[in-house]
């Protein structure tokens, strides 16, 4: 039940951050989101009775074990560096413009 409702999740917002609340990487990019005035939804997956059944199931859909784990307009980007990195290189403002997160 875990990955489709992680799926569904990731399908009805332009962006989706899967997060810990407690996790450093994970503040940094919600930080990186709201500076640039992005809309997107955050899951603290430690405060959701099936935070472990979501993290498991996107570790098997993605790949990726850990948080953040990010989704922008449906398509996996990845966790913290990935993201930072796309914001570095001047993807980030683009990709979250195209999907709507960000009024253009």
Known sequence: MAL???QEMVQSNSVMVFSKS???FCVNVKKLLDD???AYKAIELDAESDGKEIQ?????WTGQKTVPNVFIGGKHIGG???TTNL???GKLLPILK???AIAS
Request: with cysteine.
């Open 36 to 38: 640039l005035g992005a």
């Open 56 to 60: 498991a199931a996107l570790a098997e």
């Open 22 to 24: 407690f996790c450093p």
């Open 4 to 6: 489709p409702k992680a």
């Open 87 to 89: 914001h570095k290189e």
């Open 98 to 100: 195209e999907t709507g």
């Open 80 to 82: 913290c560096d990935a």
